[in-house]
């Protein structure tokens, strides 16, 4: 039988990644390759995004451009999965009938029943109690680096988010699947790992929590280097802040979402912590790590974001200096509850206070960066980049530029000849 061929599109955030790396990884199993474009392949899978209307839209123009397709070849299979997939359900078949599937999050392992003709039904969005122990195969992209599910879902309910509508309620991993999945890994020849889930933090298999999850990671042979993301500032607790400390392959980066300077914009947001608060952590993180870089994300124009709220946002960036943030205008979402509040800020406003807030984290992180030339820095080699320089990441997960030829997989010392907004470069002076 000729070989079958997918094509993937993955729109969003790691965990949709990584869920793009599952479904290929049941379908590998199959006998399925990967293929480049959608006019090659026999299944077209578009993995996507609900967090922002942005995201939304994008999808929207990427399956228009393969609705022809179908008429060439009646036998493509359209799928349409991940956090659209789960909210709009029937309502996205109704309206684009040439879809075949929807597969919501919690339901990628039907991928295999459907290929195998054994499927009743189009729409796969029910919540599945069971997700957390379903040990899908994996085809990896990278093969130095891999993401590890722990927790799945999220309770927390921000006013703006979807994701507890699009991925259900929280659900930890076993913790005997993880260390089974990572311990392959380190066999495998991976050198990092990146806990992935919502909100990792709030992690717990009996009595296994998340500090004592790493402690149990940090003792897998191979593993050289732990990342997680993403921590909920409100469970960032100071024995999660000792662990980091403590164990070195822990690497001393945190993505901790601010969201907002203001008290007020925080509790309609229902983030659960006050700007003290969260200061008062990252203080507790620079005490015991002064070296760890912490990047965060940032909401502009969320409703009734006055003038003096947003100001306050800005004094927060200059008073923390992160290494890094993403920043993003209030996107309503249907069903969220701040798609409900009164004083909807306009969108000339949104975009202004995004452009000052990037404005200004970029010269922060520009100085940051800048106080690192001269100095040596452990890089893992991930690959080569468009230019065919040998690229890698610093223990604080800032991209290195290294003018030697070395090996993907290999830790090398680098020393920072310059620096640039986005990136550092520099040579090797040891290995
Ligand atoms: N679970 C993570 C947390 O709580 O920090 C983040 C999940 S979400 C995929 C990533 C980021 O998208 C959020 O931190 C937030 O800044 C942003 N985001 C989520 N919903 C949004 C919305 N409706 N409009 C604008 N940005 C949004
Ligand atoms: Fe969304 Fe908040 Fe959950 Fe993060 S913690 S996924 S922002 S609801």
Redesign the pocket.
């Known amino acids: 039988m000729k070989g079958r061929a997918v094509y993937i599109k993955t729109f ?2 790691q ?1 949709n990644e990584h869920d793009s790396e599952r479904m290929l990884g049941i379908l590998g199993t199959k006998g399925f390759i990967e293929v480049d474009e959608p006019k090659k392949a026999d299944i077209v899978i578009f993995n996507t ?1 609900a ?3 942005k995201a939304e839209q994008k999808f929207f123009s990427s399956l228009g451009r393969v609705k022809h397709l179908k008429k060439k070849n009646p036998q493509l299979k359209i799928i349409v999965a991940g956090c659209s997939a789960q909210l709009q359900g029937e309502k996205l078949l109704n309206k684009l009938p040439y879809i075949d599937y929807i597969i919501g999050p919690d339901n990628l392992h039907v991928i295999e029943n459907i290929i195998e003709n054994q499927v009743s039904h189009r729409i796969f969005t029910d919540e599945n109690p069971e997700v957390a122990n379903i040990n899908l195969p994996v085809k990896r992209k990278d093969c130095v680096k891999a993401w590890v599910n722990i927790i799945y879902g ?1 309770n ?1 309910y ?1 006013t ?4 507890p509508y699009t991925r259900g309620k929280e659900r930890s991993r076993c913790v005997d699947d993880i260390i089974k999945e990572i311990s392959l890994l380190g066999e495998q020849g991976y050198k990092e790992v990146t806990l992935l ?3 990792v933090n709030s992690y717990k298999d009996g009595n296994t929590n998340f500090p004592l999850l790493l402690e149990k990671v940090e003792k897998i042979e191979g593993i050289k280097r732990i990342r997680f ?5 409100k469970d960032l607790s100071k024995e999660l802040v000792d662990v980091m400390k403590d164990y070195k392959k822990i690497c001393e980066h945190i ?3 601010l ?1 907002a300077g203001s008290n007020k914009i925080l509790k309609l947001m229902n ?1 659960k912590y006050t700007y003290e608060e969260y200061f008062e952590k990252i203080c507790w993180l620079r005490e015991a790590i002064p070296d760890i870089a912490i990047t ?4 502009v124009g ?1 409703p009734q974001e006055q003038d003096e709220d947003f100001e306050k946002t800005i004094n927060a960036l200059k008073e923390i200096r992160f290494d890094g943030i ?8 249907l069903g ?1 509850a ?2 409900k509040l009164d004083g909807h800020i306009s969108e000339e406003v949104k975009t202004a206070r995004l452009i000052e807030v990037l404005k200004l984290q970029d010269e922060i992180t520009e100085r940051k960066n800048k106080r690192l030339e001269g100095k040596i820095q452990e890089v893992l080699v991930e690959g080569k980049d468009e230019e065919g320089f040998t690229t890698g990441r610093t223990r604080t997960n800032k991209v290195v530029k290294i003018y030697s030829d070395i090996k993907a997989g290999e830790i090398v010392n680098v020393k920072i000849a310059k620096t640039h907004r986005h990136s550092l470069e520099g040579d090797i002076i040891s290995t």
């Open positions: 969003g955030c965990m995004c967090i922002r209307h999220c927390n921000c703006y988010c979807v994701v889930g919502q909100n993301i993403t921590s909920h500032p993505h901790l979402p969201q983030r965060s994300d940032i909401i969320f993403f920043a993003f205008k209030f996107s309503p979402r969220t701040a798609a």
